[in-house]
């Protein structure tokens, strides 16, 4: 990765943390529900803003692009969904005793449809997580149309449109509290349907047209360092008070958290946007080289996080080490291995593959 920092690690280490943060609140957290909403709906918020950032998909880009944008995002992510998915069976069907792997199940989860189905055997399967990366390659597959539908409005609008949308989800998913049903979202389980994760997406990239006018870049050229680290501060000072009213206030009356998450959100993702060219200390913390390396994982950490802890569950029984005595040993030796599997998959299996499978640029995004 050289040695220069690059000012777009911060915004990579920040996407690390959401997901370190959901594989602590799937398996060592409890009552982690509302974290871990916010930190997925953070990612696929982020992922609008990087696929327009580095996308364009202007009036040139055509179907034999689209299918080359589509193949090069599968090279980078499906080798690993394959190999998550072969090591939870293993963990799940194997390990346990059982003979019967279901194949209805393991197809739909290799088809990357399993989210579009009303069925928490299949969405869930054998490795759960991935219904973020089934989720990811349908957001793909139609981000040309969100971004060129967008840029169809002022960027007025554009932002009109967003909030208005968000009022719309908290009103069809709002409760009076736990116990009673939601106006319209109740019949399917909306977290996981892929459509629904549209609006994340598209604030994604509303906020990046946001940062392309030129009081936006203006703002950002006029800052120095020193205020740079205040606005840094600020916004996660922000982000933890909009956290703690939305988690504490709003959580028990909406079906859908996204549209009660968003002002979180944006908040930290646009602080970051807004300073990253000038580098406050905050950045620059989130940009040195253990977590620059380490956004290299990313995918492996998620889609890994299941199988891993079930395989080494029975090893560290023997060892004697998963009781409630020795919580913290067990919980270090779980995540260094996750962490080890991690960078083994990345670096000989899914790096190789990648560059293999690849079409055109060999460049990372």
């Given amino acids: ?58 009036g040139s880009y055509g179907l034999r692009d689209h299918g080359r944008f589509m193949w090069n995002k599968l090279a980078k992510f499906y080798p690993m969904h394959v190999l998550a998915l072969i090591i939870c069976i293993i963990a799940f069907v194997f390990m346990k005793g059982e003979t019967n792997v279901a194949m209805k199940v393991t197809l739909i989860h290799l088809s990357l449809l399993s989210p579009w189905f009303d069925d928490p055997d299949i969405y869930f399967g054998y490795n759960a997580v991935a219904w973020w990366i089934c989720v990811l390659f349908f957001l793909y597959l139609v981000a040309p149309l969100i ?81 740079s680290t205040l606005i840094e501060l600020g916004g996660i000072a922000l982000f933890g008070v909009l956290f703690w009213v939305e988690k504490v206030y709003l959580n028990d009356h909406c079906f859908r958290a996204f549209c009660i998450q968003a002002p979180s959100i944006i908040v930290l993702l646009m602080t970051f946007v807004l300073t990253s060219e000038k580098m406050g200390k905050v950045s620059q913390l989130l940009s040195i080289k253990p977590l620059a390396v380490m956004q290299q994982y990313t995918f492996e950490i998620y889609l890994l996080q299941v ?54 640029s060999r460049k990372r995004i």
């Fill in 1 to 58: 990765m050289g040695t220069q920092r690059n000012h777009l690690y911060a915004l990579g280490t920040l996407q690390l943390i959401a997901i370190v943060t959901i594989v602590m609140g799937h398996l060592w957290i409890d009552n982690s529900t509302f974290m871990n909403s916010l930190c997925a709906s953070f990612c696929f918020t982020y992922s609008g803003y990087f696929t327009s950032r580095f996308h364009r998909f202007d």
């Fill in 307 to 360: 199988g891993i802890f079930f395989v080494m569950k029975p090893l560290c029984e023997r060892l004697g080490i998963a009781n409630e005595q020795q919580q913290v040993l067990h919980f270090v030796v779980q995540n260094a291995m996750l962490l080890l599997a991690a960078w083994a998959c990345h670096n000989f299996y899914v790096k190789p593959l990648s560059r293999l499978l690849t079409i055109g």
């Fill in 147 to 227: 971004v060129r539908g967008l840029r169809l409005l002022r960027l007025r609008w554009q932002v009109v449109l967003i909030a208005v949308l968000l009022l719309l989800e908290f009103i069809g998913g709002y409760r009076h509290n736990e116990q009673t049903s939601s106006l319209l979202l109740s019949y399917y389980d909306m977290y996981e349907f892929p459509p629904i994760r549209i609006l994340d997406f598209a604030t994604g990239i509303v906020l990046y047209n946001i940062t392309q006018c030129a009081w936006w870049k203006r703002m950002a050229e006029r800052l120095t360092p020193s205020q």
